[in-house]
């Protein structure tokens, strides 16, 4: 008799619930939300914020149906959109009560309306493509000339250093378009210059100035420094646009490399097209500059910078401990030439600090700096929108050479994280512009999962139809294991959180042919034994395992082009890629595992079964 083990049952009934539950979140949809998250990086999204955006809401007599905290925002879940824009306004009020110096970002999303008993448990809906939900695409040009500027920009700097450490005098250095001119006295200078500057800086090229009574050297980028900078200005733009848009909390926000020197931004489910712009667009600068000690201490100075009057060469910040200090505008050294930034403990206190490592050129002008300051407090900014916030204003105690810089004082293990973070962060390593724009409505998105989902949904009824008539018993049993191939695809994709695309719901119609192709294969094999003599009881037995090798071998080979298409494909590509090697494995285990375990619970337990309900059995000659 054809029976399965226990443990093989209870593995299926495990499976069934498993897809029931990770399947649920789906069909309850989404609702308008609000979301608030820090735009300062010195500035946390915390508990506190929690507390403070419910007492304005209550306050306001705004009712939520769910406050949802993490990392990086605080969601509102409301009940319709009117609620939404009202409880916007308030929070936006209550967070920026100056809207030229925001605190705090407020947009407009959109959540799950999933039970909180689901959430609990970690079962979460699908993230939807643009496509399907509809949001915004931008398409963003970066300014190569500007990196390259950029650079050349910092390289001047360097070789200005570079030249007073090995004691050789010029008689000035300028950047003139793409190229540097370095001036001096007479040729033997020059050719010494030249020397010094091959040996320390590998990416420039050198050639003497045409007019023979002008001894100036000219230094351009090679072609090989100019594409790296290129390739590194588009690589660092992308990290840094991750950092800005997990502000908004995006899911599955696409962001990638479009030819040379173009960014493609998919933000699915924004409905807040401007701020989603706004924040795009923002620059960070990291700046090193040492503050002015001497006006700090004098309390009548103080006084009038807070007023906005502060000494000429200085300006007026407050640190993040809240007191008021004056810092140079004279820039040390920029985020540029920052490496890397990791937390840790100062070695002779054991107090929390913050570990940095600079480049070559970074460690040398922080080496001089710190030489000729010693005692001096040096100031740490983030410059955002033009304006600046001071991170920290260590004492220098010390010359710091290596290129191994350390930040302490009063700081606690998580603010020494946060710091440590925010440096890393980075900036733009080049300007960007917004060059195409496309919006796609909620209503087109929800035409899209209606139109696809009706032709998934009319496909698996005609299949179903198709199968009980030829195949009777057998062909409703392999409906069955195809309805569960697709609630455990469903769960898979959600438990996951793979974004579903319009190619995803074509691979889903793709997988539900592939996977009834199994149980045909199956239930033909089962005829055959039949045909031959066999019992039913042994031609159930022999069809299973007969079929299998053919089954797996059809998969196998279908699983490879999948893998091929998940690892060489990109966008739609990989999106159809993903739910089709899923589908692969799902179907073999609902058309081969499922569907026996159900003949099993049919015929198994019967010692005397005379025949089938599989159909008409064709016999040859009949």
Known sequence: MNRFPLWKNAIIVIALVFGLLYTLPNFFGEVPAVQVSSVKATIKVDTALLSRVEEVLNGASISNTGLFADQHSIRVRLADTDTQLKAKDVIEKALNPDPANASYSVALNLLSASPNWLTRVGALPMYLGLDLRGGVHFLLQVDMKGAITKRLDSTAADLRSLLREKSIRHSGINRERETIAIKFRDAETRDKARSVISNAQGDLALVDAVDSNDFSLLATLTPQSEKRIQEFAIKQNITTLHNRINELAVSEPVIQQQGADRIVVQLPGIQDTAKAKDILGR??????????????????????????????????YVERGGRPLLVKKQVVLTGDRLTDAQPGFDNQTQEPAVHLTLDAAGARIFRDVTRDNVGKRMAILLIEKGKGEVVTAPVIRTEIGGGRVQISGRMSTTEANDVALLLRAGSLAAPMEIIEERTIGPSLGADNIAKGFSSTTWGFVAIAIFMCLYYLLFGFVSVIALSTNLLLLVA????????????????????????????????????????????????????????????????????IAGVALLIFGSGPVRGFAVVHCLGILTSIFSSVVVSRGLINLIYGRRKKLASLSIGQIWKPGV
């Not at 500059?289 to 060469?313: I, W, Y």
């Not at 033909?524 to 022999?542: C, H, K, M, N, Y």
């Open 492 to 559: 898979l994709l959600s438990l996951l959180q793979a974004t579903l695309t319009l190619p995803g719901i074509a691979a889903i119609a793709l997988t539900l042919g592939m996977a009834i192709d199994a149980n045909v294969l199956i239930n033909e094999r089962v005829r055959e034994e039949l045909r031959g003599g066999s019992t039913p009881q042994a031609a159930i037995t022999a069809g299973y395992e007969r079929a299998w090798g053919t089954i797996l071998d059809s998969n196998v080979t279908t699983l």
């Open 283 to 316: 620059t960070a600068t990291l700046e090193v500059r040492m503050v002015d000690d001497e006006n700090s201490a004098n309390p009548t100075v103080m006084e009038e910078a807070a007023k906005g009057q502060p000494p000429f060469g200085t300006e007026y």
